[in-house]
Antibody, heavy 117, light 112 residues
Framework: EVQLLESGGGLVQPGGSLRLSCAAS????????MSWVRQAPGKGLEWVSL????????NYADSVKGRFTISRDNSKNTLFLQMNSLRAEDTAVYYC??????????WGQGTLVTVSS | DIVMTQTPLSSPVTLGQPASISCRSS???????????LSWLQQRPGQPPRLLIY???NRFSGVPDRFSGSGAGTDFTLKISRVEAEDVAVYYC?????????FGQGTKLEIK
């Protein structure tokens, strides 16, 4: 059974940093691209970033480019999102997601990030 | 970026009746490999999203057959043949043909 468990969310001040983690199980993580998708309170879904199975290729939404970095440690089946220079508009639930081909087929439960002074 | 536009944004339906949601993309979602990476997701209240349909019309594992997808190019539709109480949710279309991957605004399905 595929399971994705996010952690690392919390309250951070504007301009601060946070690192999210996603522990994956139930599949060989190096074989699949992974992604972060966020959802601001009461709003829709926003795709944030993707990393290939090997970790050699990454893509970002313009809204986070230069501030967020996606990475993975396949030896530990863990996905990361390093978030720097955080803004109020980054406040959201951040979901870890697994791709099967070019389809997001599994989602984690999410972790809440609140950027506020 | 490819803009995904869903209609309606809210859909009150009667239990047992059909429901339909439309999704239009600002450009063709046909990929260079010939596939069209258009998915439909369901998000029940307080839950993460869940994959229902992928590549326009393929039902994901465990999805009831009352859900179906159709369309081509830039116009796509999700249909529920007979709405059940557990279908109350927000439904999103998503394209993964081109980066950045993008979502529709969401359609809230409510029971009349």
């Amino acid at each position: 059974e595929v399971q994705l468990l996010e952690s690392g969310g919390g309250l951070v001040q504007p301009g601060g940093s946070l690192r999210l983690s996603c522990a994956a199980s139930g599949f060989t993580s190096s074989s699949y691209a992974m992604s972060w998708v966020r959802q601001a309170p009461g709003k829709g879904l926003e795709w944030v970033s993707l990393i290939s199975g090997s970790g050699g290729s990454t893509n970002y939404a313009d809204s986070v480019k230069g501030r967020f970095t996606i990475s993975r440690d396949n030896s530990k089946n863990t996905l990361f999102l390093q978030m720097n220079s955080l803004r109020a508009e980054d406040t959201a639930v951040y979901y870890c997601a697994k791709y099967g081909g070019q389809v997001i087929d599994y989602w984690g439960q999410g972790t809440l990030v609140t950027v506020s002074s | 970026d490819i803009v995904m536009t869903q209609t309606p944004l809210s859909s009150p339906v009667t239990l047992g009746q059909p429901a339909s949601i439309s999704c239009r993309s600002s450009q063709s979602l046909v990929n260079s490999d010939g596939n069209t990476y258009l998915s439909w997701l369901q998000q029940r209240p307080g839950q993460p999203p869940r994959l229902l349909i992928y590549k326009i019309s393929n039902r994901f594992s465990g999805v009831p057959d009352r859900f179906s997808g159709s369309g081509a190019g830039t116009d796509f539709t999700l249909k529920i043949s007979r709405v059940e109480a557990e279908d109350v949710a927000v439904y999103y279309c998503m394209q993964a043909t081109q980066f950045p991957h993008t979502f529709g605004q969401g359609t809230k399905l409510e029971i009349k």
